[in-house]
């Protein structure tokens, strides 16, 4: 158990539709991170935030957008789905997003988009 | 373009024997670099790392060695143990302040089979 949760652990919707994941970081991490993970594909990644900001872009599309709340959980939002959406969601958290401190991933979220 | 690669989506070892799995790069920029092991229904979690200032680094069972002229490094297990069958992520990132974020630059990973 890495010390972070993701909620939904499924999440099957229909296209043009609009969901929200839920990550809760390790207790004392500051920095969320959240990757994609499509069919025979590796982690892309999507977006950081740092202690309620947002610190890095990744490859992540307009209809997505995320938040890291004053509890520092974050979440991410989904919007007018596509087939091509149907992955799985990681999400993963560090003490301060320094590349030689740790992330430790949740056990994602799977979205299928029908 | 895949920053990151890694060319074989599957390796099989006998229980055992030295599992080596191979990564590329090839982002200059790139100078830690980091392994992952992924279990179905799991995330990934972290295995060893390796600054470019090292050529190597060790944890028990666990080698990393990276050539920064061929701009490759390997992950050598031995010896390989059933419960090493996972999938293994090659991960990269770049820590020089101006490079912006910190984020992690993964391979496609690769799928070890150990037969006892």
Redesign the interface.
């Given at each position: 158990d890495?010390g972070?949760t993701q909620t939904p652990k499924h999440l099957i919707t229909a296209t043009g539709q609009r969901v929200t994941l839920r990550c809760s970081p390790r207790s004392g991490d500051l920095s969320v991170?959240w990757?994609q993970q499509s069919l025979?594909?590796?982690?892309?990644?999507l977006i950081?935030y740092y202690n309620g900001e947002e610190?890095?872009k990744?490859n992540i599309l307009e209809r997505f957008s995320a938040q890291q709340f004053p509890d520092l959980h974050s979440e991410l939002n989904l919007s007018s789905l596509e087939l091509g959406d149907s992955a799985l969601y990681?999400c993963?958290s560090s003490v301060d997003?320094?590349?030689?401190n740790?992330?430790?991933?949740?056990?994602?979220t799977r979205l299928t988009v029908l | 373009d895949q920053q990151?690669k890694?060319n074989s989506p599957s390796l099989s070892v006998q229980e055992g024997r030295i599992s080596i799995l191979n990564c590329d790069y090839t982002n200059s920029m790139f100078d830690?670099f980091l392994w992952?092991k992924k279990y179905p229904?799991?995330?990934?979690?972290?295995l060893i790392?390796i600054?470019s200032i090292k050529d190597k680094n060790e944890d028990g069972r666990f080698t990393v060695f990276l050539n920064k002229s061929a701009k490759h490094l390997s992950l050598h297990i031995v010896p390989s143990q059933p419960g090493d069958s996972a999938v293994y992520?090659c991960?990269a990132?770049?820590?020089y302040s101006g490079a912006?974020?910190?984020?992690?630059?993964?391979?496609?990973?690769t799928k070890l089979s150990v037969i006892p």
């Open positions: 890495s972070v991170y990757y025979d594909q590796g982690l892309q990644f950081q610190r890095a990744g990681f993963a997003g320094r590349p030689n740790e992330q430790f991933f949740g056990p994602g | 990151v890694q830690y992952y229904a799991e995330g990934p979690t972290f790392s600054s992520f991960a990132s770049s820590t912006g974020s910190y984020q992690l630059t993964f391979g496609k990973g």
